[in-house]
């Protein structure tokens, strides 16, 4: 079955320091991997993707995560956090083929917090 | 891409009740689902809401307590029925464009 872990609950950085949210995930097959943002009191917001395509992937707001099947891992990080940055960080695998049904798993989420 | 719109954005309901969210899309979809997430905690799945036929439900979702109905390829909603305090929880609705999933702002419900 499918799973993904993170693999720390809460992440303080101080303001202009590298930020790294670690996940690792478990699949049967070459997943599809996912880092979606929560701000309070809003919705979800994707930050960037993996679907076997190059391992290290770009997203927004200078977010950026690796791809490592070798220690099944799928960090984010980001060279030099931001204020803005504050928010939850949810690790998430798709349901592989052939189901291919769209199902999301949620890991249980990372709260970073950035220090002026 | 997909724009999703959700309401109530929230709401207070007393317990035994019952409460509709609606789910609109702003394109045609194929796959759309529904999410609960409880206070201090992640998303899990409750159910995946099927055009023209009845919804799939997640282990420990039961039909009776949470109706979906998916009328079209833009719209769904989700009925909490029978309320306690225990379902007090965010509920997301999601719809899936391409390999992406999009999410709405979410319904904040209160059971008092």
């Known amino acids: 079955a499918q799973s993904v872990t993170q693999l720390d609950s809460h992440v303080s950085v101080s303001e202009g320091t590298p930020v790294l949210l670690r996940c690792n995930y478990s699949?049967?097959?070459?997943?599809?991997l996912f880092w979606y943002v929560q701000h309070p009191n809003k919705g979800l917001q994707l930050l960037l993707k993996?679907?076997?395509?190059?391992?290290l992937v770009k997203g927004i707001n200078g977010f950026e995560a690796e791809f490592k099947k070798s220690e099944t891992s799928f960090h984010l990080t980001k060279p030099s956090a931001h204020m803005s940055d504050a928010a939850e960080y949810f690790c998430?695998?798709?349901?592989?083929?052939?189901?291919?049904?769209?199902?999301?798993?949620f890991g249980q989420g990372t709260t970073l917090q950035v220090k002026p | 891409s997909a724009v999703i719109s959700q309401k109530p954005s929230r709401d207070i309901c007393q317990r035994g009740t019952s409460l509709t969210i609606q789910c609109q899309v702003d394109?045609?979809?194929?796959?759309m689902f529904w999410y609960r997430q409880q206070p201090g905690q992640s998303l899990t799945l409750i159910a995946t809401?099927?055009?023209?036929?009845?919804?799939?439900?997640e282990s420990g979702f039961v039909i009776d307590k949470f109706p979906i109905s998916r009328p079209n390829l833009t719209f769904s909603t989700l009925t909490v029925s029978n309320m306690s305090p225990e379902d007090s929880s965010i509920y997301l609705c999601?719809?899936?464009?391409?390999?992406?999933?999009?999410f709405g702002q979410g319904t904040r419900l209160t059971v008092v």
């Open positions: 999601s719809a899936k464009s391409g390999t992406e999933a999009f």
């Open positions: 699949s049967s097959y070459s997943p599809s």
């Open positions: 993996y679907t076997s395509a190059a391992t």
């Open positions: 998430v695998v798709s349901e592989p083929p052939p189901s291919n049904t769209g199902k999301l798993i």
């Open positions: 394109s045609q979809v194929t796959m």
């Open positions: 809401a099927n055009q023209g036929s009845e919804a799939t439900y």
